[in-house]
């Protein structure tokens, strides 16, 4: 007699190569043809028939885990699978990591059934398979509509809800802001921004601009809409278009510049410093109004943007006249006394704005 000892289980046995074939949406037979062409099967002696089925078994664990994925709280105690925690963690990151140029082309646009159906162009556009840009953009509308109403953080509610990273419930925050504000992201002067970009700058608004920014007064705690108490106090901020707050403001930010700058730009900004406070005061001005908001990204390309590159500003240029040019209101002995409400305001708008600028400044 011999006593052999028998252990059986049904541990999940994951290929990440072969999930982010799926995940990138080729079909069996195309990740077969993949697969081959990186040696796989000369690797492990197989035929072709043993690659493909091997393929065809993994794809069919991945689309019943799928309704798992899409809402991550319930894939750890379901018992169809056993995966280990730390390969759980990995596919639903996987699962919820997106294409930066697919979502690019997704920015700003509305979530509808429309705008699904016509995924085929992103994806001619893209080259990436139109199953895959589905799936980012499901799964964009899935924490858009999850996270759209809920008090919060709005990082933090993405990453309770979803189980991802904070590096990728950052960007979907990012994402979710720009959405649920409407803001123009589509028009061909912003083509050469890239998703990076817009995630920076939103991210800064919800830090500073939004219901849960340390400066809101109603504590709302909710910073996926912005804080319309503030957007008001901006249109106050008009009184540094008054002249003669205008023109001591341009004399100490000029004083203040020399040496730092370019005599080349510091004479352009002595003969347009005016209509480049005014550009700047008057978004913030209009930000009051919802069609204005919604264009804040396309005004600071054309009406800032584009006219510091034709004069030749470097960043460094840029970045130092913005920082004086908003420090120095602090110091001005025109602006009316007893104003520090206003001027809190002013460092709330001014630093988060100076950053989407310096941000969106390719040169």
Partial sequence: ?????????????????????????????????????????????ATSDMLIEDIMDHYRMFTMLEKFL?????????KIFQ???????ALIEKY???????????????????????????????KVPLKSCRRQFDNIKRVFKTVEEMLGSLVENIKQNYL?????????????FITNNR?????????????????????????RWSY????????????????????????????LQEKEILDEHKTLTC????????DKSLADLDSNFKNMSKILVNIAYNMNHARELKDIFIDLVEKFIEPCRQVGWTYTELETFLNVYGETCWHLDTFPRGQQALLKTWDRYINTISTCILQMYHT
Avoid at 70 to 78: D, E, G
């Fill in 1 to 45: 007699m011999v006593d052999v000892d028998v252990f059986v289980s049904n541990n999940a046995l994951i290929d990440m190569d072969i999930y982010h074939l799926w995940l990138d949406g080729y079909s069996a037979h195309e990740a077969t043809r993949i697969q081959q062409k990186r040696g796989i099967q000369q690797l492990y002696g």
């Fill in 70 to 78: 899409q809402t991550p709280q319930k894939l750890a105690s379901q």
């Fill in 83 to 89: 995966i280990k925690p730390e390969m759980q963690k």
């Fill in 96 to 126: 919820y990591e997106f294409n930066p140029l697919v979502v690019r082309e997704l920015l700003g646009k509305k979530l509808s059934s429309k705008h699904r159906k016509d995924l085929d162009d992103v994806s001619e556009k893209t």
């Fill in 164 to 176: 991802v990273s904070d590096e990728l419930a950052n960007k979907y925050a990012a994402i979710v």
């Fill in 183 to 207: 803001f123009e992201t589509g028009k061909r002067k912003l083509f050469y921004l890239s998703l990076d970009d817009f995630v920076c700058c939103a991210m800064h608004m919800i830090s």
């Fill in 212 to 239: 849960s920014a340390m400066e809101c007064k109603h504590h709302h705690d909710m910073d996926v809409d912005l804080d319309i108490s503030f957007l008001q106090d901006c249109r106050e901020l008009r009184t």
């Fill in 255 to 262: 004083r203040s510049l020399q040496g730092k700058i370019s």
